[in-house]
């Protein structure tokens, strides 16, 4: 993947999976730990929970004006609502990361460059389906590897993290990354 | 005491924090450590963070029964000797203008912080910039107000203080007009060394050599000398028309005039002291957008994408500062220009105050307004476009 000048990360799912804390860790690890600039900003409605909810990261090497996702280049979507709802927003060619147990129907899936992360049942293997926004993590990890450093992710993970769930989502954030290592083959630039 | 203290507070650094937290950080380098609230979205983060950082760093957390005492709280606890704040948001904000309207006749510094969300009543909750006009008018009665609109988590901190700093030397409500885009995203937040922070203290009589017997609250150079309560200083003062020495028992048309235009000028006539603008591109450019706020920061990318795209030479002006309104810096920087654009979350607000400063200096205003999200820059992009086809 090319250095981009403006890097747009869109994740959604329910309220309640965790999607504002996976942005705040991308948002803190490319910022704090990667000295780039990012921008992190949640919807915000009374629908929050168990509505669609999306976190939403803006990176790029130089300055970011308007701090939400124009065309996003990564999408994350945890269920099919936040799919239908948010998958507009996506570019053509773009990632879009899904859950195939949630997600059962992705429109003009050939626009995309899709991958199916099995997020809640790897979750559920770790230790809890609360495990799911960090598994996601791990499977996005590949397609930004060459923009940010693994440790400067897990730095970020064990900052937002309660102490005692730590270890576990570093396991999940493990199995996700294993995941797509293991069912795709990732193209380098 | 306060050395044992200082770990709390935030190292120089970067960080990557919310504006609602940015703004508490700033308030707390500020000096302040009275906070007084009551929760409302979108402005509940700035109290959370208040709650956990106050009672850290010495200072007091109270929640209040509603947004009247939460405003009327600031004005005892800043008489008292303390730098006082509030945050709440739209419908709250209206309930504090009595405090607002109060305290600009008692003199009293204070920082109120709006994190704006659409109306009429209770309107919504996501992103406004509806309140600017209530923010100068909404208090009754005559009085300048200064407002402050911050646009990013950097200057979510650094216009806290600057609210402070300028509360406590033009001994006046100050308002931080923010919004829930900036309020509640994430960002980096420089907090530079120490030293490098201005604050700006009230200036007390003792500092000034005057004496208990020769203190006149209300002394009628621009600036009178603040007493605290409890010093020996006779602190009197009411929210009435008064004299010098803060009483009103000599009722005259002409005590009159001079209290209240007193008021008035000491903000009016320092605006170019208290005001600031920032520009790009402004010379010699064919048209402009005025903004402030978050909304600044959609203009600043649609301004470039139109210079780049068709080669408009469109210029770009953020007011920091919405009150008092910088129409001298206005003037100073905008020579002539055919159209200037006011992207507002609102229905066009400021463009009222825009349009009367330069209505000799272009050929039209247009607003374009956005209710509830903030503009995207092909929002912007588009209806510039438009006009100029």
New interface residues.
Partial sequence: MNIYKRLEIRIAGFGGQGVVTV??IL??AF??FEGK??????S???ESRGGACKSEVIVSDGE?????V?RADIFIALSQLALDTYISDLKEGGILIVDPNSVKNVPERRKYDVYEVSTTEIAHKVGGVKFQNCVALGALYPFIKDLIKETSLRKAISESVPANTLKVNMTAFERGKRYIKEHYVIEEN | MKKSLDRYLLQPGVYYLQGSQACIEGAIVAGCRVYGGYPITPATEVMEHAALRLPQVGGRFIQMEDEIASACVLIGATWAGAKAMTATSSPGFSLMQEAISYAIMAETPLVIVNVQRPGPGQGYITASQEDVMQARWGHHGEGSIIALAPASVQEMFELTIEAFNLSEQWRTPVLVMAEEPVAHMRERLVIPPKDDIKIVNRKKPQDVGITPENYLPRSHDIMAPMANWGEGYNVNHVGLVHLEDGNVTKYSPRMHYECISRLQQKIEGNVNKIARVETEFTEGCEHLVVCYGAVSRSSIEAVKEAREERGIEIGFLKLVTLWPFPEAKLREIVGEVDTIFVPEMNLGMMKHPITESLRDRCRRVVSIPSLGILHSPEYILSKIYEELK
């Fill in positions: 942005g705040k948002g803190t910022t704090v600039n990012s921008v992190n900003s949640q915000y409605g009374p970011i004006n308007y701090p939400h124009r």
